[in-house]
């Protein structure tokens, strides 16, 4: 079983070390041998990505709430959730708690936004979903490439629910991007899709545990990245299907593009397996761009850093198409397609 | 769902293992236990080499400074390292000249067995089939060796170990140890300190060897471990097929397996070793079988040299085993396909691991788990490119098939990619039998037992088809038979 981490940036003694193995790819210790000290107080004034769709929000500066931590969604609701960072060389920690009430429909549109250097941040998030609710996370992560930071999400999901992730991410020095999914309850559905795009020496660690404790659950995941330069793409995805989820159908993929001689693609995809009325499938592929289609739009007048480009966008944009919510879809495009 | 009613009946009353008879021989044995005079002694047996007790004895040192690993996906009841016979050999005169001077006892029991010791006989049950020469391991002791003479004519050396270390010393001491180091892991330095046979075998420079070769381990012997060593080199641009068989009786204890087997292949050499790994697995309660903890490795030195692992895994109660290719040679390729069987209270925790450090290199990975009753099974494996390999290509393919409510199915592949010209793919299903294909099986008059087996034996066919063909016979057997009752 994946441990549980429970790291405390107050406490160097909980960062694990590449030899607790749901963090091998992702050594902490590494990076960050001794506790950082708190992160002063910072002033948010600059817009959010999703501004534009409105809706409630959360926003914590620098792991400080400004205004409230909790939120607890009824009807059709949508919630933008700010990581604002603003800090050099401090750590700080923020935890929020959302939930949907039973047949609720949430838009949770989560941003980790970024300033300053070498800052360590430790994200929480908590995650109910009742019965018959729907929930759509999309999550854009921007942050500079010499940061830390560390995000948790464990989500519950009740009978007919349905929990949706999209993670976009560009990287950090060290990030880690973890998801934990219960399928509590009979019949829920979770898509916990997730985009890296690295460059330079940046690193990005998308884990998820999604167990199905419950009957004729789904799951379906799609994870496509892109390592550039010497960055470094991690994906661990684990299905678990305890004794008694019958009926459960779990899809996983993960296809990576190496983009250059040094990048490196590092990926576990595990399926643990205890029922036996199951279908569940992993793919996984580790890649270079298709020379002959890039010869080909070499050949229509396409300048080659144009053709790689365009490549890249078609490999990556499939996760974006997946996103249900348009307005959300629209704003992630547009924020991915910056980035190419 | 009557099916899987009969499912859990048949299972609880699960009993077959045609192999686990014991024979009464009189049989010789090292003081019970493991210090280093118990390594001296296996040594002095053996007539080794002063180097060779030296080696023994520093693998001995690192055993004890080690640590059982624990990360496998298996549970078993500690063993005892004290509570073991290190070293047990039928008593015999030094070194039989003939087979008339073998104990018939024991041939009687290579006989039920059938495997063929005399030169003249071929394979029970296969028409014309080709010679295959044949060591016969006899829990801690070569007992016989066939063919030896057909196969020194074209230089082709395939004896005991224990004989190679006298008659061949600077070559076992060459490559001993090179591909599994004596500090590899726990039960690899355990082997190393106190392995007392297993099979050597050297073929010459463009050799083709004209035969198959084999091993047959047999543990007879109780309260007794079997630590068996094989060492093959292809020298450049030889080919050699290896088989290996294994049994053992049917006890309440269980009893320790560790083997180390190392090959070594050259420039544009070829090596093909298949196993049928049928150890006694536990009774239905899950008392008693064979713990297997091999360490297999493969060395692929030489440029498109090429490594071929088909294992086909029904025995023992834990598996604990990862064949593996070291693929360093440029265009070198390694191949695993592998089929574990597990019903009953059999765990088994297996795979492969390909690293690639030579460019274009090849590796494919087909694995076939079935797991029935109450059984667990784990596929692990790593396929990792190193950052000068350019060109790499890997193909892996992972199925599972679940029979019964009870048992367990695992995936865990790690792919780690640091070259960006690798082309690696990965796919991985798990899924159970399919009551359609079952219904439409029976309805054309097939016993379900009989529309199981057909099922299965079509899910496992990838694999079954890479073996070489006297193995095939008894593989698709061993299909039937380990799955007898596991389905209606």
Redesign the interface.
Known sequence: MTAVSRIDLTDASTFPTRRVEAWKYSDLKRWLREAPPASPQAEVSSPGAFDALGGEAILFANGRAVGVTDFIASGEQTLRLRYVSDAVGTGHTASARVSARAGARLLLLETHEGAGSAYVAHNRLELDVAAGAEVTRVVLVEEPEDAISITEADVRVEAGGVFRQTVVTTGAKLQRLETRVKHFAQGAHAQVDGLYLLNGSRHADLTSVVSHLAADGTTSQLIKGVARETARGVFQGKIVVERGADGTDARMAHNALIASERAEIDAKPELIIYADDVQCAHGNTVGTLDESALFYMQQRGIPADEARALLTQAFLIEVIDRIDHEGAREVAREWLTARL | MAAVKETIDAVAALEKYEHGFTSDIETEYAPKGLNADIVRFISEKKGEPEWMLEWRLAAYERWLAMEEPT?AAVKYEPVDYQDLFYYAAPKQKEGPKSLDEVDPEILEVYKKLGIPLKEQEVLAGVQGAPKVAVDAVFDSVSVVTTFKEELAKVGVIFMPISEALREYPDLVRQYLGSVVPVSDNYFAALNSAVFSDGSFVYIPPGVRCPMELSTYFRINASQTGQFERTLIIADKGAYVSYLEGCTAPMRDENQLHAAVVEIVALDDAEVKYSTVQNWYPGDAEGKGGIYNFVTKRADCRGDRSKVSWTQVETGSAVTWKYPSCILKGEESSGEFYSIAITNGHQQADTGTKMIHLGKNSKSRIIAKAVSAGKSDSTYRGLVSVH?KA?GVRNFTQCD?L???????????????????????????????LSDDQLFYAQQRGLSEEEAVALLVNGFVRDVMQKLPMEFAVEAQKLVAISLEGSVG
Not at chain 2, 404 to 429: D, F, M, V, W
């Open positions: 990360w950052p350019t599972s679940l029979i019964g409510k009870e048992c367990g199915s695992h995936t865990i592949p790690y792919i780690e990619a640091r070259n960006g010209s690798a082309q690696l793919e990965h796919e991985a299903t798990t899924t159970r």
